[in-house]
């Protein structure tokens, strides 16, 4: 399969929250009318390691309302022998720097080349890697770190709608949720 891209296009590979196309649209500020192809990514296994600190996020524990030090989000990182099941799609070259906004604990990487069975021509296809300082390498509790809840349900939402088939491969592609760390999140 290919991806041909128009010039001034670049293509970007979703793995957790951008699988939404309604929180992909949030970003844009616009419908997205563009491609949207199912792929993989060989040589990299989806898991929650990056942590996000100065978030609006807080949840409640018996009736004290909580902020954690940090939210954990998912992250893709590089495993050999594995892949990671994905969508891919095509943005404006000047709407990169609004996905960079959005995802600034991570890094914009280009993955033309880990790409299976799907070729991108006319342009790069990027997706987004922890930075390194926002890599969550210990254990933790609440309220140190959590996962939200309303995260879970915008990825429940993109798995609904990308079928069984998808979900069953992204469970297989992707570290457990640690279930102590999920809380009833709000702002």
Avoid at 179 to 185: A, E, Q
Wanted: glycine share 6%; with cysteine.
């Amino acid at each position: 399969m290919e991806l041909q891209l128009r010039s001034g296009e670049q293509a970007l590979v979703a793995y957790g929250s951008l699988l939404s196309v309604a929180s992909m649209e949030k970003t844009l500020g616009r419908v997205y009318d563009g491609p949207w192809h199912l792929c993989r990514l060989r040589g990299w296994r989806r898991g929650w390691d990056v942590q996000m600190p100065k978030h609006p996020w807080k949840y409640r524990r018996g009736g004290e309302v909580i902020t954690a030090a940090h939210v954990l989000y998912l992250n893709l990182r590089e495993q050999a022998d594995s892949h990671v099941n994905a969508a891919i799609f095509a943005v404006r070259d000047h709407e990169l720097s609004q996905f960079d906004e959005r995802e600034w604990i991570y890094r914009r990487q280009r993955v033309n080349s880990d790409l299976d069975g799907l070729r991108v021509i006319g342009g790069d296809a990027w997706t987004y890697v922890a930075l390194d300082k926002f890599l969550w390498r210990r254990d933790s509790k609440p309220p140190e770190a959590i996962i939200r809840q309303s995260y879970l349900d915008i990825l429940d939402g993109a798995h609904a709608e990308l079928g069984a088939d998808f979900k069953r491969e992204y469970d297989e592609t992707t570290d457990t949720a640690p279930s102590d760390l999920i809380v009833d999140d709000f702002r």
